[in-house]
């Protein structure tokens, strides 16, 4: 079935540490996924994204790892900031049975930053 | 790039009124998705468009949710009538694909409905 969930629903890090966000994705057949960060009273922004032809993307001291053995996603930010503190949900595409597609996300992951 | 704008960006109104959610995607764009955000459900999809014509409705509730796509720069979401369980933050979004499969969706402010 559709089912993007997470580990851990919150996180707590102290600045400066490398923080790890893990997600599962049930589709074996989702081909493309993407990290978000929400923001209190904001919409969800775009970090990075990953095809299921990669096992690792990097970004702006953010990497997404994917195993697509154990169907899991995470996202990997160095050297962790009090900004980065936020909501943080994976999100996989899906095709429907109607042959359209859609960006199923996961329930999210609060990651808070302490000074 | 002024992002994707919504509008209103709180909307209190009374069970039974009709409410329209508005959205101006990126130009250029030719994607456009609605999500509903509730602490129960997450983010869902609700409805998207690619150049204009509405791809996959099937997440709209029911047929007191209605959404249209009139050009390429403007779209609304009208709940006609409002109830109580339609409170929620209302997400507009776009992208410059032909589907969520092929680039990332920019997301607005939203819109935070509370229905009385």
């Known amino acids: 079935g559709e089912s993007v969930g997470l580990h851990l629903p919150t996180l707590s890090v102290q600045e400066g540490d490398n923080s790890i966000i893990n997600c599962a994705y049930s589709?074996?057949?989702?081909?493309?996924f993407i990290w978000y960060k929400q923001e209190s009273g904001k919409g969800p922004q775009f970090i990075i994204d990953?095809?299921?032809?990669?096992d690792k993307r990097q970004g702006q001291r953010v990497t997404v790892l994917l195993n697509k053995t154990v169907k899991h996603l995470s996202l990997q930010i160095a050297a962790t900031q009090p900004g980065d503190s936020a909501v943080y949900f994976c999100a996989e595409n899906i095709s429907t049975q109607g042959g359209s597609e859609k960006l199923v996300f996961g329930k999210g992951t609060k990651l808070t930053v302490n000074p | 790039d002024a992002g994707v704008i919504q509008s209103p960006r709180h909307e209190v109104t009374e069970m039974g009124q009709e409410v329209t959610l508005r959205c101006k995607p990126i130009s250029g764009h030719n994607s456009l998705f609605w999500y509903r955000q509730t602490m129960m459900r997450g983010l869902e999809l609700l409805i998207y468009f690619n150049n204009n014509v509405p791809i996959d409705d099937s997440g709209m509730p029911e047929d007191r949710f209605s959404a249209k796509m009139p050009n390429a720069s403007f779209s609304t979401l009208k709940i006609q009538p409002s109830e109580p369980r339609d409170s929620a933050v209302y997400f507009c979004?776009?992208?410059?694909?032909?589907?969520?499969?092929?680039?990332?969706?920019?997301f607005g402010n939203g819109t935070r409905l509370t229905v009385t």
């Open positions: 979004a776009s992208s410059s694909g032909t589907g969520v499969g092929s680039s990332p969706l920019h």
């Open positions: 589709n074996s057949a989702s081909d493309y």
């Open positions: 990953i095809r299921s032809n990669m």
